[in-house]
């Protein structure tokens, strides 16, 4: 059965969105976790540590997500025993995904900071945790805003790709009304404006704290 | 863990798996040509032409980075052809593909281009080459040496991206997958299996950039 396609399936789609959000969400808290042991270990003044964090975001970021997100889909249920939902395989697949990214960001930023910095701290007595804490971290997370900011557009884009394993967020409900309207072109426009809502205000955010850093300096 | 892994009925899929495998190989190729074409003129565009231009390529910069590349995909392939336009999978794959890539291609190059000094195209002016001479031997080359790393990790990441045009059944590597998935029924194992192919591929591209880099700026 074919019906139009009406204002209510916008009003549809804007609900979806929230799926995408929600997603983008629970990704950024995951990831940004493992992210930070991943910038940790990359930093480490241990070479294997550092081998290991080169080693993972070298894994993940080789592999295409549809893959990451098919193997957590059809892996986790090996692994659990149990049947998972979409909802637990992207969260997993999206978070490790996410880490790599930001783990690698981070670093950047972590390696931003002049070595002096590093040394000054270790003159005043301070251990390698004590020296990331007190000296490092606190300069770092400002260079560090930016980037991250313009990697949750990244995020945000990405989860589209959730739809395929059957998560329903804004693109696998664009999939859906397109199958009861069959209006694409419509469909995917409003699909589309509704994600752009979604990036440009936070790439605009992105540019405008870059710019500001770059005056701060 | 009681699952036993059975990686056999997939060996018997190899022919298979290589014609995958070359599809995404000609798809990311094609793409990179023709994403580096438009950026190159995205790029002088944006940078050097009258106001109009910058702000239509600023536009197309910015509604393609800030979509994601599966909805493009279905705008070109489901969309158009309520426009009269019909395209088949892999056609409209490549289009939106190199659309998307030409977009990114057109900031980093764009960095590029704003990082030439404008004494030395005015050098290179005095010097008599020509308009184009210029371009191409004292802006385009040393922007794309400056901003090489950045634009062939963008290649890598779209030839990972490519697997995305499985979903409208182009028939590349992921679509191979997800069609020996239907016969054999081993879903972790052909994911698994594939996904180290593009491991494999994606070090593979990362190593001819690497090549291709010291061919073309090594001596210098």
Same mark, same amino acid.
């Given at each position: ?217 | %863990? ?29 793409? %990179? ?125 779209? %030839? ?61």
């Amino acid at each position: 059965m074919i019906r139009e396609f009406a204002l209510i399936d916008v009003y549809y789609l804007l609900l979806a969105a929230r799926w995408t959000l929600a997603l983008t969400a629970l990704a950024f808290v995951g990831g940004g976790l493992l992210g930070l042991v991943v910038a940790l270990l990359r930093v480490s003044p241990f070479a294997p540590l550092r081998a290991i964090g080169a080693g993972y975001v070298n894994l993940v970021q080789g592999i295409p997500l549809l893959g990451w997100l098919f193997v957590f889909f059809f892996g986790l249920p090996i692994v659990a025993g149990v049947q998972v939902s979409a909802w637990i395989a992207a969260t997993v697949a999206f978070s490790f995904y996410a880490a790599a990214f930001l783990g690698e960001i981070w670093r950047g930023c972590l390696q931003a900071i002049p070595r002096q910095q590093w040394e000054a701290g270790a003159s005043l007595g301070l251990g390698f945790g004590e020296q990331l804490r007190h000296v490092i971290v606190p300069q770092a997370v400002r260079v560090a805003i930016p980037p991250t900011v313009g990697f949750l557009v990244q995020l945000i884009k990405n989860t589209s790709l959730g739809a395929v394993i059957g998560f329903v967020e804004l693109t696998r409900e664009g999939q859906l009304t397109n199958a009861a309207t069959y209006r694409p072109f419509t469909v995917y426009i409003v699909v589309a404006v509704i994600y752009f809502a979604m990036c440009f205000p936070l790439t605009q955010l992105s540019r405008r704290l870059e710019r500001r850093l770059r005056v701060a300096r | %863990m009681k699952y036993t892994f059975n990686f056999r009925d997939i060996w018997a899929q190899t022919d298979f798996i290589l014609e995958g495998i070359g599809v995404t190989l000609l798809l990311s190729s094609a793409t %990179m040509v023709a994403g580096l074409a438009i950026g190159i003129l995205g790029a002088a565009a944006r940078v050097y032409g009258p106001g109009w231009l910058r702000g239509l390529v600023a536009g197309y910069v910015e509604v393609i980075r800030n979509t994601p590349l599966i909805v493009q995909l279905f705008l070109v392939f489901f969309g158009l052809p309520s426009a009269g336009i019909r395209l088949d999978a892999l056609t409209a794959s490549l289009i939106a593909l190199a659309i998307n890539l030409g977009a990114y291609a057109i900031e980093i190059l764009r960095a590029g281009l704003e990082a030439i000094p404008r004494t030395q195209i005015e050098a290179g002016h005095c010097l008599g080459l020509s308009g184009p001479q210029v371009f191409r031997h004292v802006v385009l080359f040393p922007a794309i040496r400056t901003i090489y790393p950045a634009l062939t990790s963008q290649f890598v990441l779209l %030839m990972l991206a490519t697997s995305v045009v499985s979903q409208i059944s182009a028939p590349d590597l992921f679509h191979v997958a997800s069609i020996i998935q239907s016969r054999t029924f081993r879903d972790f194992e052909i994911y698994a299996v594939v996904s180290v192919i593009y491991l494999a591929l994606a070090l593979a591209f990362k190593l001819g950039f690497a090549l291709l880099h010291r061919l073309a700026f090594g001596r210098r």
